[in-house]
């Protein structure tokens, strides 16, 4: 029986949950009212259910995520995560349909369907929508549905549950046919990752991404002569002019440029902590220090620890217990960004970490400008 940890943040809801045999032991959820509370509450919520049931996370047999479809916001963050986590501990990623955790919470709630339809809302009257059988076995894989221009895209009775499903009640409504608002919860996917895990179904910690919901191919056009295209363009002209000029209002910021060309040997015991993905290690060099963190085998990601808010104060960020999260101080700014691209994570911070480039020979690691 596995120890799984599940991570659910495709929608505005975030969840953690534990998992043992199959079955959900610790959860922990909050939905944001506007926005995405993602960013300050995932590292939290997993300390809290695993103190909660007193594991640690080297327990952790496996990281199970639901890879969408859903927000690129939420699912970044989450997968991002899932990956670290996976790095540090070497334990496996597994991937969830984000439709089959709220094909599973209907099941949970009402048995007695036959057929289910998870829908997550797409915005406007468009959906993304999966059929699911009785047992939870998916007959119609996640397709975008635009409602109100095929109504009949959905045959019979069948419990629609998920966020896009009450709001097309009214075009969907039937006989036997019943609809729940309801957003995606980690804990629903513990047979499911339990299933995964003892058929291995990994995905790859390197190239593995998750399906955002993409864009509905555009209708027929609603600025026939081109005017927002234009307006556009000459908005990015506009842009780009102010942009070059330094004496336009407040200029941009940037960190000081360093000069930065050098090479490490992962053969020598100084270094020794980046044989193992998941590591990272500090290193004078750049504007305020250097984290070389080892993504997989073959990628590095070597940030400058020059924090990008409020350029000026020189702030240093510096890598949470987590090995995840690089935080500013509390003096600054208390943003913080992801090890993993130099990303903002939360905080009043917008722009990301500086980050240099790296190749790998063998065993030399070359890090320059």
């Known amino acids: 029986m596995a120890k799984i940890l599940l991570i659910e943040t495709s929608t505005t809801q975030c969840s953690v949950a534990l998992a043992e045999g199959g079955a959900p032991v610790a959860w922990k959820e909050e939905r944001a009212e506007q926005g995405y509370v993602h960013a300050e509450r995932l590292m939290p919520f997993v300390d809290a259910v695993l103190h909660e049931q007193g594991w640690s996370r080297t327990d952790l047999d496996a990281v199970a995520v639901s890879g969408g479809p859903g927000s690129f916001t939420g699912l970044r963050i989450g997968v991002s ?3 670290g986590l996976c790095q540090a501990l070497q334990v496996p990623l597994i991937a969830l349909d984000t439709l089959a955790l709220l094909a599973e919470q209907g099941k949970r709630l009402d048995p007695t369907p036959q057929q289910r339809v998870a829908m997550i809302d797409a915005r406007r009257m468009e959906v993304y929508a999966g059929t699911f059988d009785a047992d939870g076995s998916c007959t119609q894989a996640a397709t975008p549905v635009e409602v109100d221009k095929t109504p009949n895209a959905f045959t019979g009775p069948a ?3 998920g966020d896009g499903a009450v709001k097309c009640t009214a075009l969907l409504e039937g006989e036997g046919r019943t609809f729940v608002d309801a957003w995606p919860l980690a804990r629903d ?3 499911l990752a339990e299933a995964a895990f003892q058929s291995e179904t990994f995905v790859d910690l390197g190239s593995y991404e998750p399906n955002y919901v993409k864009a509905f191919k555009a209708g ?4 026939p002569l081109g005017l927002r295209t234009k307006a556009t363009l000459w908005l990015s002209a506009l842009l780009m002019v102010l942009a070059s000029c330094t004496s336009c209002g407040e200029p941009q910021q940037f960190i000081p440029y360093v000069p930065v060309n050098f090479q490490i040997d992962l053969n020598l015991p100084a270094y020794n902590a980046l044989n193992f993905p998941g ?6 060099g750049g504007s305020k220090g250097l984290y070389i963190y ?3 085998l073959d990628e590095f990601v070597v940030l400058d620890r020059h924090a990008t808010y409020d350029i000026p104060m020189a702030c240093k960020v510096t890598l949470d217990a987590d090995k995840i999260t690089l935080k500013d101080d509390s ?4 943003s913080q960004w992801l090890i993993l691209d130099g990303s903002v994570l939360s905080g009043p911070a917008t722009l990301p970490l500086h980050r240099y480039r790296t190749t790998l020979n063998g065993s030399i690691l070359s890090i320059y400008n």
Do not use: N, V, W
């Open 81 to 83: 995560t899932a990956k």
């Open 159 to 161: 419990q629609f549950i």
């Open 189 to 191: 996917g513990a047979a």
């Open 220 to 223: 027929a056009p609603k600025d």
């Open 279 to 284: 590591e990272a290690i500090a290193l004078p």
């Open 294 to 296: 080892r993504f997989t």
């Open 331 to 334: 003096d600054c700014s208390e």
